[in-house]
């Protein structure tokens, strides 16, 4: 089975999304490459590994002059150090725009790819086929490009969308447990922010739906994604700007889902404080998240000052204070007076994260070990 919709951001930019339970992913050697003169494939190592065989039978059918450049998927390869090697690859092998790019990975292939096909010649078409969950829901559907600085995730950027986005559900089955709950944490995210329906899901399934509920989630989630995105490129960050300062402080080692979903967690009971949302309506979405198996667990040995400094660097901060974004319960995010986003300061964050931290009851030494695990098991203090 086949579902297939698409989404218009502007006249020019539509997304095709694809999701498919065909294991042999027939879709690959039958869309339609007539207008392409050659492929440009960059694919993640492992992911050539596991399904590249498989993928290039499919994509020789095309009978297309094809040229690979294999990436490892770690975060210090979506940078301006790696970049560059991109397209070289790109240049050296004389890529047009009458060639189509096609990216194959997860989130980070992703985001350096899509970032490479809108700088060169100022923008190339291109296609993704995203083989984690985080690159379905997420990465792939709302043409938010992205590369890491030193300093910071995700701080370099266009908007820029692949002509099509294909989802087949079996590269999922190959992803860790532990790489699935990163993408979960999103589709949890989702369902807070706009759709109900997807928190059901997920309590009902928890994150081994059989194939046609896996469908189902992925699309809504792309849809609710899509959803969001028209409102504002920035208002489905709930959790993520004490996220991403928690994933940096861990040196990365704690990974991005982990780190939003304890993000959620501090976010909600920063709205809490602030009278936003019922002290029951925190604990029982904080239930629901263990019920689920997601992250809730927070690092014993956060530096509070480094912690509101990074999120002082986050996307929606200035000099004056931060945007955050919240809910007041499921499908409710804060709006108020016309504005999506809660305007606070880094004293008034400081302040309550030294309280938060001396009573919540989730505070482990070494979280990003814990959180290696493939299933959480969740210890009170
Ligand atoms: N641009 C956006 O809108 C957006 C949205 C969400 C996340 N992101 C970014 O996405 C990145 C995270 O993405 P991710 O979670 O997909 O991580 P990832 O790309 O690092 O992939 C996770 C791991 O799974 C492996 N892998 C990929 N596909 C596999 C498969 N089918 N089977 C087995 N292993 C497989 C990879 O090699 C890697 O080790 C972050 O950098 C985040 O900032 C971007
Ligand atoms: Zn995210």
Known sequence: ????????YTKEDTINFIIDDDENMDWISTFDSNNF??????????VDKLWGNLLRKKLETHDKESFFFKVEAIE?????????????????????LADLVIAIGGGIIIDL????????????????????????IDASTAGKTCLNTKESKNVLGTFYYPIISYNNIH????????????????????????????????????????????????????????KIRKKHPLVSNLGHTFGHAIEKMS???????????????????????????????????????????LNICIEKNINIDKWVELMMRDKKSSAHGM??????????????????????????????????MKNYDY??????AFLKKDKLVYINK
């Open 76 to 96: 210090q390869n979506k940078s301006l150090d790696f970049y560059p090697k991109l397209i070289d690859f790109l240049e050296k092998n004389k890529c047009n």
């Open 1 to 8: 089975m086949i579902k297939k919709f698409s989404t218009t």
């Open 37 to 46: 003169s050659r492929f440009f494939i960059v694919i993640d190592k492992e």
């Open 323 to 356: 945007d955050l974004v919240l809910i007041s319960g499921i499908e409710k995010p804060y709006e108020k007076d016309g504005k999506i986003f809660y305007a606070t300061t880094p004293d008034a964050v400081k302040a309550f994260l030294e309280g938060f």
């Open 113 to 136: 790819v899509s970032f490479a096909t809108s700088t060169y010649m100022r923008g190339l078409p291109f296609i993704t086929i995203p083989t984690t969950l985080i690159g379905q």
């Open 171 to 226: 590269f999922l089955k190959t992803n860790t447990k532990y790489h699935l709950r990163q993408g979960y944490s999103e589709v949890f995210k989702y369902g807070l922010l706009s759709s109900e329906k997807l928190i059901s899901l997920l309590e009902k399934y928890g994150q081994l739906p059989p194939n046609d509920i896996l469908m189902n989630i992925i699309k809504l989630s792309i849809e609710t994604r899509v």
């Open 363 to 368: 505070i482990i030494s070494d979280c990003a």
């Open 251 to 293: 040196d990365f080692r704690i990974l991005h889902g982990d780190a939003i979903s304890a993000g959620t967690v501090v976010a909600l009971n920063f709205a809490e404080k602030k009278g936003l949302i019922t002290k029951e309506e925190v604990l029982k979405i904080i239930n629901l998240m263990k019920k689920i198996g």
